[in-house]
């Protein structure tokens, strides 16, 4: 046994409150990996923990937030290669049971437990120190950039969309929303040789979309319906799930991964049954959309370096969080220990 480490942790004790404290941190146990925290992005919905607005059954307070986390393997348990320390990592944030087809698989669909979740239920990334089990660590190539690999989770979640939309060279594919899951959608869509078009609800993310693969953009829906093999949904606001729906062609693939406050005047039976669109939908990444975005980041088809704006110690996790919630220019943002 060595010394227990010691640290700092960001720490969300009830909705809307922060406090940063010190934390005594245990060398991992059998089947665990201790990782020192590289850089940790902030979420919409961790704003939905601080704020409170987080459905009840996927949070527990308190709660240290963060789980779109990079960082280096400090140590192992038993059971653990000892190899990987020293290896930058990312990691896979919901829990299923070992020993469960599900967990195989990485399906969250099969969870035959309570969720469980990092950053949510269990302690996150917004701390000097995470340990959980070393079977939902993904390994990085040797020298990666551990600033960009924070944006690998996010990177995960549409990479799932993406394998759902089943695209192949020369498929014409919409993405709506040109956020932080709309981008990287974008780049993983160009990189598996798509033709990729952006809405987006204004012109402000024009230039950054290009730079991340688009070939066209519009913050006009109704100009192109109709028009693609596959549309991918990222914007999470109400209406965009129709929206989605229509500019499908007939036959065509819709994939919805935003979970709007309100769904009054969404999806209708008729337009779905009548066009013949398939829907399909996401929540959280399965193992086959971390392999994807970490072969995708390896191979440099993925890059979130550009969606990178603001960044932020640990300390001041309260300013990070008001400057993601003023929207003005920020996109991704950074936390450090």
């Known amino acids: 046994m060595t ?3 010691t640290g700092r942790a960001v720490r969300v004790p009830a ?10 941190v245990a060398d991992p146990g059998p089947g665990e990996a201790l990782v020192r925290i590289a850089w940790c992005g902030i979420c919409g919905s961790d704003r939905e923990v601080f704020a409170g607005t987080r459905p009840a059954e996927f949070v527990r307070y308190p709660v240290v937030p963060g789980h779109e986390w ?8 038993d059971g653990v290669p000892a190899g990987i320390v020293g290896r930058g ?3 896979q944030g919901i829990r299923t049971a070992e020993g469960t087809p599900s967990s195989v698989v990485g399906d969250p669909e099969g969870w035959p437990q309570e969720y469980e979740e990092t950053g949510f239920t269990l302690p996150g990334g917004w701390a000097t120190w995470l340990t959980l089990p070393a079977r939902y660590l993904h390994l990085l190539p040797e020298g990666a950039d551990l600033r960009a690999a924070a944006g690998i989770e996010p990177a995960a979640c549409v990479a799932e969309a993406v394998l ?3 695209v192949t060279v020369g498929s014409k594919v919409a993405v709506i929303g040109a956020g932080t899951l709309g981008l990287l959608a974008v780049q993983l869509l160009r ?6 078009t952006v809405v987006h609800r204004d012109d402000s993310r024009r230039e950054l979309a290009a730079t991340c ?6 913050s006009d829906p109704g100009s192109v319906e109709g028009r693609f093999d596959a549309v991918v949904e990222a914007a999470g606001a109400p209406g965009v799930a129709r929206s989605a729906v229509r500019l499908a062609r007939r036959g065509g693939r819709a994939v919805l991964t935003g979970i709007p406050a309100s769904d009054a005047d969404d999806l209708s039976s008729l337009e779905l049954v009548s066009r013949n669109v398939h829907v399909m939908t996401v929540f959280g990444a399965p193992t086959r959309a971390w392999a994807y975005a970490v072969r995708a980041f390896a191979a440099g088809v993925l890059d979130p370096t550009p969606l990178i704006t603001h960044e932020f110690d640990i300390a001041r996790a309260g300013e990070a969080l008001d400057v993601l919630a003023a929207r003005s220019g920020a996109l991704k943002v950074l936390l450090h220990p």
Not at 15 to 24: A, Q, R
Not at 70 to 77: I, R
Not at 213 to 218: P, R, S, V
């Open 213 to 218: 693969g688009a070939a066209h953009y519009t």
């Open 15 to 24: 909705p809307g409150s922060l406090e940063l404290i010190d934390v005594d």
């Open 191 to 196: 990189g598996a040789g798509c033709e990729v």
């Open 164 to 166: 759902l939309a089943d």
């Open 89 to 91: 990592v990312v990691g």
């Open 70 to 77: 990079s960082g280096t393997v400090e140590a192992v348990g």
């Open 3 to 5: 010394a227990a480490r």
